[in-house]
């Protein structure tokens, strides 16, 4: 069993950086691919980005390039969301989520944690 707790989330204003944080309680943390999804009311939980097992390989959603950043830290079993440049858009719960491989589909994940709020204020 993996269990899974976010953290990092709050209110923001845009423009404003954040850097989520989910410490997963596996060993070998490196036995599972990580991703991060986020739903926004009303909405469909969405792909945010992925990281390999060790690391080596991430991909993000095309329209979160270049401001979101994910990584991990194999010594402190967690996994990270760096995200910059926030907009009111990037108001929803972040997600983090364990699972045999890299997807950009939730239901390829077996684990989740409970989730964190990000606002972003205009």
């Known amino acids: 069993q993996v269990q899974l707790v976010e953290s990092g989330g709050g209110l923001v204003q845009a423009g404003d950086s954040l850097r989520l944080s989910c410490a997963a309680s596996t060993r070998p943390f490196s036995g599972y691919a990580m991703g991060w999804f986020r739903q926004a009311p009303g909405k469909e939980r969405e792909f945010v980005a992925t990281?390999?097992?060790?690391?080596?390989?991430?991909n993000y959603a095309d329209s979160l390039k270049g401001r979101f950043t994910i990584s991990r830290d194999s010594a402190k079993n967690t996994v990270y969301l760096q995200m910059n440049s926030l907009k009111p858009e990037d108001t929803a719960v972040y997600y983090c989520a364990a699972g045999i491989g890299q997807s950009v589909y939730a239901r390829n994940y077996g684990y989740w944690g409970q989730g964190t709020q990000v606002t972003v204020s205009s």
């Open positions: 990281i390999s097992r060790t690391g080596s390989n991430s």
